[in-house]
């Protein structure tokens, strides 16, 4: 497993923009899957968006698409979610989480139960 580090929430006002980073060490990264999910309170834990070892595929859920974008470095040991267009409902905890995942599975077909290791999570506040 790697260890997550997740910096970049805050407080923004509706409309606005906030930038996620999910750093790992421990393992070589560059095999890892990496997906952001987040969770509002009383809520399930949301897969929000997912980029696959080499950047090749993403995902991104209904409810973000067209304003999220992920992204990696694998030379930084690093992955982005850029937030744009910020709305009220997208605030909540945000986790990343990767694992080695089989390059036969589709990224849109990835859940929280493929992810072995997580992040201590980062909250993002969206005020209206």
């Known amino acids: 497993q790697v260890q997550l580090v997740e910096l970049g929430g805050g407080l923004v006002q509706a409309g606005g923009s906030l930038s996620l980073s999910c750093t790992a060490s421990?393992?070589?990264?560059?095999?890892?899957?990496v997906g952001w999910f987040r969770q509002a309170p009383g809520k399930e834990r949301e897969f929000v968006s997912g980029?696959?070892?080499?950047?090749?595929?993403?995902y991104y859920a209904d409810s973000v698409k067209g304003r999220f974008t992920i992204s990696r470095d694998n030379a930084k040991n690093t992955v982005y979610l850029q937030m744009n267009s910020l709305k009220p409902e997208d605030t909540a905890v945000y986790y990343c989480?990767?694992?080695?995942?089989?390059?036969?599975?589709?990224?849109?077909?990835?859940?929280?139960?493929?992810?072995?290791?997580w992040g201590q999570g980062t909250q993002v506040t969206v005020s209206s």
């Open positions: 989480a990767a694992h080695v995942i089989p390059p036969w599975r589709s990224v849109q077909t990835w859940g929280r139960f493929d992810f072995g290791s």
């Open positions: 980029i696959t070892w080499n950047g090749g595929s993403t």
């Open positions: 421990g393992r070589t990264f560059s095999n890892y899957g």
